[in-house]
């Protein structure tokens, strides 16, 4: 009965499901129970009280649990994600895995059910461990249905506690401005958080604030399927402003002692009340058979029984590049918008290319307001709010979508980079790209020197960091990162820079030039000295190799882009050399330096090494006189190699 | 006139000052349009719109030009900091520094007259770069008033596109909770962001979600002298809720080709146009007087002349250290409450000792549920608001007070990144507590991993990350962390572990052990190897060393807590061994064991180096399993060491 009645086409919930769950939702919440007190741990309060929204959610929205990747089903993000019981109780019901190895491999090292939700469970979209993460995870997927004409639901439940984070306030404002019709968030209105009653932890008129920024408000009982099932019919047949469902719940509903008591938010039921609370629900404590099932044994074919599934990466034409000329006077930036522009034209004819840039109201110095122009459907403007945009572009680009965004790197790095992290998570392709990054940001001064990108970023384990050296090189690494599966950042700077040339002055990265993710460049031969570089700090490495040479010092220059992955055989190239200088425009402590040496020191592959970088916060001026004072100009590498000869 | 006048205890503004202040106004535009002009770079468009506001501020509160740090001076936190133009014409009115130096300084390599704002600026209190912090900075200010017994104002000046970002709604919650009168937020309504008309970028209903919020709202002319009096007159006799005075104001006002053109949001008057504005203003063009001051000498004079200064850090009585028996169950987390609350005793009768432990909605978690209930009145309960509190604490901290926030690591580190980078900018003196860390946050799972603590930190120049290894050492460390001047992460898991015994048994950081920062600790002597570890890793280090000395392997081990300062004659002593084995519960890229081949390699005393660590995000499960699969528990430590011999 529940598949014909999937996407609430009918008016009203009929008897026969109303009765149906009403008998799941005494069982799921014993489970939850179950699960929680097995595992010693966890959040059954919030699961209790949500479980009949849960139930709502995945019995009724159009998904699918033989097919859960359906390009077309509703989404259902969990944002309040420590309530994990609650959708994993339900989600079992609906047929999506065996409740037993939900039950047994809760909190378990190894298995796919985690504490808080993981997308390698079946029918969960999104791991928001978290808060106030899934408002904006939501909104990604709303702005897919729409630039994919897909007419599915996305709904997003909260918890009311976490509705304290600004995330949220940015969220609920770009909803509103986009008219996200099809988004529908829910929360769990019960009340309680960890410390207590949430209007004395932090007060919110919640109704007010919301219908502040556009949003209707329907406040329901939520624990009546009825009105339930009434306020999702009115979500599913909407087009005017997102709807919030403030649904008015009891923390450990069905258990008596356990309702309203906020300490059953993150405690389970005791071992010794396990059987009274199951009692309370019509049900007898097995705890004994799922805890002989909770092996490491166990944990391992669970994790083989629901493997990963992620969409596949849209295919993506390159386009044709652009060739800069060696007089050409441009920056990495606009190289950057150029090929963007350049690689939508090449797809604009596949239907089935999608594509979002988003930006934080900084278009036109990250260079991305010529795609604006030509593409203003697929660009979205969400003004200043960084960790919104961040999470958005995170879930735009989990799906058959290219998910981009432009940015200063102190915003799209620093600011969110919880965010990044929680893309990786997501095994997402978000796409960044940073402007503005090093000292090279120039008069904006300390506060905006995104001097630390890398060393944030290779704290995760799947983002990839790449720095392209000119505007010839920007072009090839910008088409090969939209067209590669994966969460990567292209770092650029703000100035304009020569090209740069091989020794005959033809443009070193121009035609004829095929970028290889990984590889170092040697941008110049000579003996005892490399010189290694990245990024803007080539050109200048460029004039010091010039001033050496001059002298009568012969080095070897490299450039190496590729931060992430440094290549085994060029380590050991470099490690051949006495000595080995680096220069970059990045805190020396944890920049392309200390990888090399890391690299160096790890394989056994060990040379002398001097690291050139930005040792303390600059100041705010031209970028040629900053450099100066902070002992990384040309002057200063090559007063730096002279000593070591 | 003015001196007399500071403090808004007039009922009105006196002719004789609003005369003075029209006529100031002229030449601080011209003064604006001038600075922006020379350094090519800058913002006049915000500047001229908040200038008549800027001039209220500072010619009208309590501040005093001649003692700038002041303890009872009010409090003007500039939050739109790129119209710093419009501050720096003002302070010099008011007789901070000379304008000349202010002009001919400004974005100028090495002079503290940042494009933004920063604390070297004589009368700037908080450098404030990235939008939206500066109500969180002023919820410290207003806090600092309230513990320290002083009736001082605290004003925060913003812009109006910033109001999107979330961490402002964060604040403007708080401040409505602690009922902060004493806190006045004013807001530059002019109406344009970059991108153009605010309400198009990204609508907001300012007055009615501040109002929803608890707040009293005032909508004022921004240009008009008695409207702006008036305003501050009553936030000054204000003891209801915080007032918001929303300021209408003009883009480029006093301009007439400049005025309500979003163009000047973020660039300067042409120099073909310069001296038509400054006509517009009665002023005449001499630029060319500024252009030959600006030298590098001068922007050192600048320097010299305009030192840094901050506020001395306050004594503490570290009291009497908690030692823990070798029997003793406890873990790092309940040891860093016992010794603040121990700290805390121990200064109680010191009038001047003010502290300011903050939460986020995890006080039992974390351990300051004890201090809450002893010290109510310094504990401050923010809910779940992150970035509003890193931004609060590391601004309390600047003052005569000790600023504490404990949270988990994921919380306090990952998500609010760039709030620790600013307290770093800002020589605050946060302590942050860092709790449930690691692999070791067990069942929680992969979001909740904070692997990555020390890579970001580190990405800072001055944070100090201290990785206690047991109860015993952590009640040190707490001490020492909360005496001393600056940034301090102590990183703790969540395990209770055993106590660190000598090989006699007894503990090794107990009674007679003193902590010294910076100095590694030898545990075992041996010989060939290395074992180096940290932390909660400690135990599992020595439960492997216990296991290969059975085998016949000695091996010495050696535990460092303080990873951001090595000691180099520590390095040279590891890099005599044979071989060096790190273990961590930290992402194995960016952790220990990187910092200490850096070291070598850059001092160049290396040896061979084996790194044991996450390589990937880990599942949800108790702390023994997942360490076993991930490599990293004795039996994986023994494997590795054997290996190598």
């Known amino acids: 009965m529940f598949e014909q009645a999937r996407g609430f086409t009918e008016e009203k919930l009929s008897d026969e499901i109303k009765k149906s769950l009403t008998a799941s939702a005494r069982i799921c919440r014993g489970n939850i129970i179950k699960m929680t007190t097995l595992a010693m741990s966890g959040h059954p309060g919030g699961s209790m009280s949500s479980l009949d929204i849960y139930l709502m959610l995945y019995m009724l929205t159009n998904i699918d649990s033989k097919n859960v990747r359906k390009d077309d089903r509703d989404r259902v993000i969990i944002s309040h994600s420590h309530t994990s019981p609650g959708a994993y109780t339900s989600l079992a019901t609906a047929g999506f895995f065996d409740i ?37 995870v939501g909104i990604g997927k709303a702005l897919y249905a729409r630039m994919s004409d897909q007419n599915f639901q996305t709904y997003v439940f909260m918890g009311d506690g976490e509705l304290q984070k600004g995330q949220i306030g940015e969220s609920r404002r770009i909803a509103s401005k986009y008219k996200l019709s099809k988004l529908t968030a829910i929360v769990d ?48 047949h909407n087009n005017d402003a997102p709807i919030l469902i403030l649904a008015n719940t009891v923390m450990g509903k069905g258990v008596s002692f356990m309702e309203d008591k906020h300490g059953f938010h993150g405690a389970p039921v005791k071992p010794d009340q396990l059987t009274d609370a199951l009692a309370e629900l019509g049900m007898e404590n097995d705890l004994e058979k799922y805890q ?9 074919q669970l994790a083989k029984k629901y493997p990963l599934k992620i969409s596949d990466y849209p295919q993506v034409n390159k386009g044709e590049n652009i060739n800069y000329a060696a007089d050409a006077k441009s920056d990495n930036r606009s ?77 799209a790095v620093a600011e969110t980079y919880n965010q990044a992290r929680l893309s990786d998570i997501n095994h997402a392709n978000v796409k960044l790209f940073c402007t503005h990054c090093g000292i090279n940001v120039g008069e904006d001064g300390m506060t905006h020197q995104s001097i630390d990108y890398f060393g944030l970023l290779n704290s995760t384990f799947g983002w990839k960091v790449i720095t392209p050296a000119d505007p010839n090189q920007t072009d090839k690494i910008v088409r090969h990162a939209l067209a590669t599966q994966g969460n990567f950042a292209v770092i650029m700077g703000r100035s304009v820079l020569p090209i740069i040339t091989n020794a005959d002055g033809t443009p070193y990265f121009g035609e004829g030039y095929e970028y290889r993710y990984g590889r170092m460049e040697q941008i110049r031969s000579g003996e005892k000295v490399a010189l290694v570089t990245s990024g803007n700090m080539l050109f200048a490495a460029m004039e010091a190799y010039d ?12 450039s190496i882009s590729d931060w992430s992955d440094l290549d085994a055989d060029d380590i050991m190239k470099l490690s051949t050399y006495a000595n080995v200088v680096t220069i970059e425009d990045h805190n020396i402590k944890t920049g392309l330096g200390t990888a090399i040496g890391d690299a160096m020191i790890t394989s056994g592959n060990v040379t002398s090494m001097t690291k050139l970088g930005v040792k303390h916060f600059g100041s705010s001026g031209k970028p040629a006189e900053l450099y100066k004072m902070l002992g990384m100009d040309a002057d200063s590498i090559v007063g730096t190699i002279k000593e070591l000869s």
Chains 1, 2 share one sequence.
């Open 100 to 136: 037993d190895d939900a039950i047994a491999g809760f909190r378990l090292a190894g298995s796919p059910f985690e504490g808080h939700v993981e997308r390698s469970v079946p029918g969960i979209e999104w791991g928001t461990g978290n808060l106030g993460q899934g408002l904006a």
């Open 189 to 236: 209105y019960n009340k309680l958080q960890i410390s207590g009653d949430i209007s004395e932890v932090l007060h919110q008129n919640i109704a007010q604030e919301w219908k502040a920024d556009g949003w209707q408000v329907i406040e329901i009982d939520g624990h009546d399927y009825d009105q339930i099932y009434n306020a999702f019919y009115k979500a599913n």
């Open 335 to 411: 190289a950057f918008g150029n090929a963007l522009v350049s690689v939508a034209d090449a797809n604009v004819s596949n239907k089935d290319f999608h594509i979002g840039v988003f930006d934080c109201d900084l278009a036109g110095s990250v260079k991305t307001a010529g795609f604006a122009k030509k593409y203003s459907e697929n660009f979205f403007q969400f003004g200043i709010t960084e960790h919104s945009t961040a999470t958005s572009v995170g879930s735009l680009s989990a799906e058959n979508a290219i998910g981009i965004w432009a940015d200063f790197g102190m915003f």
């Open 292 to 300: 002989q099932m909770r092996t490491p044994e166990f944990a391992q």
């Open 547 to 558: 001033k050496l040479k001059a002298d009568g010092v012969n080095i070897s220059l490299y």
